[in-house]
């Protein structure tokens, strides 16, 4: 559990060296595939004056098995000190965004999204809890609308090839903190939608691009103000990426490293205050964590016919290192399909 500072120095370098890369070198004319950066990565580019774009994605992120530390726990370790242990969690996301050029420097964005959330549990025995009785194996589900965030994207510095991008956004609490199992249990953190706080989300992009080759990175946070009703407040979380892309006429195939770390929960869900749990992510202090993910993308701009100015992109990745407050479920893989069209 508290050997995070070790091997949070690895994730860190993993993620730096990925953006030591990036910070060697933008287009304004976003007719290039890589004129937008992978399709996981937002708040990446701005508009031209008057200028607007919708989009939407889709994502789905699998987690499967346990993790204390940087190592795995097998689901009866978990049960030596829990009743309940989570075995697999998958999250299916769709999300919308909007963005509108109020000026060749300065954007504005909106983005929010509905999830779909399902978590498998085994239980020690199949006497406690009254949801474990149907063999000792039971699922748990919950759906809703995400948190809605609104940014302002500045372009700070831009020589036609290289580009600097400022953020500053807020996260509005739209996703619910409330929901509850159907037995009348409050669900655990990971299981709600939103944060209930109104978060900042300041962050910094850069991108450069050649004939053939484009790269970039961004750094980004969510910082939470003030504690939401339920007397908690989530853990701040920082993002560092960067990636490489090559074109290839209207194609572009893109590698990218994303570092995150996310701190601990303050404060207790007043339904989840212990001293004791049922199952980890009941507890606040176990939902702190870093990971290190590895991602192969492709994006893709229609330049001729019905289709001309819609772009399809997709990414896939899958975890590096990952080190947890554990025991916690692990990442195995996420994936993003994206549309975008900018008129
Ligand atoms: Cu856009």
């Known amino acids: 559990m508290k050997s995070f500072h070790l091997f949070s120095g690895i994730c860190v370098m993993l993620g730096l060296s990925a953006n030591g890369i990036a910070l060697a070198h933008d287009d304004k004319t976003m007719a290039r595939p890589d004129g937008h950066a992978p399709i996981g990565v ?48 998958s999250m299916k996301m769709h999300m919308l965004g909007a963005m509108y050029g109020v000026s060749d420097k300065l954007t504005v964005a909106v983005m929010t999204g509905f999830a779909d959330m399902e978590m498998d549990h085994i239980c020690r025995n199949t006497m406690m809890p009254a949801a474990c009785q149907n063999g000792g194996a039971f699922t748990m589900k919950n759906d809703g609308m995400k948190d809605t965030s609104v940014n302002a994207l500045y372009e700070y510095f831009s020589d036609g090839k290289r580009t600097v991008l400022l953020n500053a956004g807020i996260s509005l ?56 009703d339920r ?64 991602l192969i993308g492709a994006n893709y701009i229609f330049t001729h016919g019905a289709l001309k100015g819609h772009r399809l992109a997709v990414e896939y990745g899958l975890p590096l290192c990952e080190n947890l407050d554990g025991p916690r479920l692990e990442t195995d893989n996420r994936f993003t399909l994206g549309w975008q069209l900018a008129f």
């Open 42 to 89: 937002m708040r990446d580019h701005g508009h031209k004056a008057g200028e607007f774009m919708v989009s939407y994605r889709y994502g789905d992120m699998n987690m499967d098995g346990n993790r204390d530390g940087s190592s795995r726990v097998s689901t009866a370790e978990v049960l030596e000190d829990y009743r309940v242990a989570p075995t697999s969690m």
């Open 173 to 228: 609490p739209t996703g619910s903190v409330d929901d509850r199992k159907p037995n009348g249990g409050i669900f655990a953190y990971p299981m709600q939608m939103g944060s209930g706080t109104y978060d900042l989300l300041p962050g910094i992009s850069y991108r450069s691009v050649s004939d053939d080759w484009s790269w970039g990175g961004q750094a980004n946070m969510t910082l939470r103000l003030g504690e939401n």
């Open 231 to 294: 007397d908690y407040t989530l853990g701040n979380r920082y993002q560092l990426t960067g990636w490489v892309a090559r074109k290839i006429d209207m194609l572009s195939v893109s590698l990218r490293l994303d570092g995150q770390a996310w701190e601990n929960v303050d404060g207790t869900d007043r339904d989840l205050a212990g001293p004791t749990f049922m199952a980890p992510p009941m507890d606040a202090n176990l939902q702190a964590g870093e990971r290190v993910d590895a």
